[in-house]
């Protein structure tokens, strides 16, 4: 069965960096989209950037551009998510997620989740 397992997340302080990763299993990984999401308490979970089956095609939310960038290893079946500048706002859970096809930014869209990491953002 497919199976998306994140790592990498952890505490930071503010304007720091870290990386997360996705490794995936149990799919054709190159024809997935696969998308970054992310959830803080009481809130929905929300999109936050997305990449193409081939890796030609980010899309992001306004929030993170410029600071946080969406790659993918075809040949290691894996996706990672760099984040720079980190601000508490960004302290979240954390889900990958994939989906047949095109990048997309709703949740209902995707067929795949991994059970999340947790990224803290102190001031």
């Known amino acids: 069965q497919v199976q998306l397992v994140e790592s990498g997340g952890g505490l930071v302080q503010a304007g720091g960096s870290l990386r997360l990763s996705c490794a995936a299993s149990?799919?054709?990984?190159?024809?997935?989209?696969m998308a970054w999401f992310r959830q803080a308490p009481g809130k929905e979970r929300d999109f936050v950037t997305a990449?193409?089956?081939?890796?030609?095609?980010?899309y992001s939310t306004d929030s993170v551009k410029g600071r946080f960038t969406i790659s993918r290893d075809n040949a290691k079946n894996t996706v990672y998510l760099q984040m720079n500048s980190l601000k508490p706002e960004d302290t979240a859970v954390y889900y990958c997620a994939a989906v047949r096809g095109f990048p997309l930014i709703s949740t209902s869209n995707y067929n795949y989740w991994g059970q999340g990491t947790q990224v803290t953002v102190s001031s």
């Open positions: 149990g799919l054709i990984f190159s024809s997935y989209a």
């Open positions: 990449i193409s089956g081939s890796g030609g095609n980010t």
